[in-house]
């Protein structure tokens, strides 16, 4: 069984920097997608970035290229997402998820595992 756990997020000051981490277990993920997703209030769930597991192929939206980045650690099965110069538009809760690939994808319906969520909060 796939259990995904994300760290805890945090209450962060505008330019300021967070990493999150998700810790994955219940299978390999050598053949797998692993996305973090954000979602704001009243908005819709949205793609951050993706690792190929793999290879570490890397993969971001335009939003937060350039001050996010995605990482994976194959001793700890874990992914992490590191970010910097954060904005209050980056306020959100923050997902991790995992895709067994074919190929990247920035859908969210694409992805058959979550995490639980953590809370992302960047005051201006």
């Known amino acids: 069984q796939v259990q995904l756990v994300e760290s805890e997020g945090g209450l962060v000051q505008a330019g300021g920097s967070l990493r999150l981490s998700c810790a994955a277990s219940g299978r390999t993920f050598s053949n797998y997608y692993m996305g973090w997703f954000r979602q704001a209030p009243g908005k819709e769930r949205e793609f951050a970035a993706a690792?190929?597991?793999?290879?570490?192929?890397?993969y971001y939206a335009d939003s937060v290229k350039g001050r996010f980045t995605i990482s994976r650690d194959n001793a700890k099965n874990t992914v992490y997402l590191q970010m910097i110069s954060l904005k209050p538009e980056d306020t959100a809760v923050y997902y991790c998820?995992?895709?067994?690939?074919?190929?990247?994808?920035?859908?969210?319906?694409?992805?058959?595992?979550w995490g639980q969520g953590t809370q992302v909060t960047v005051s201006s």
């Open positions: 690792i190929k597991w793999s290879i570490s192929s890397t």
């Open positions: 998820a995992a895709r067994y690939g074919l190929g990247y994808s920035a859908r969210p319906q694409e992805y058959s595992y």
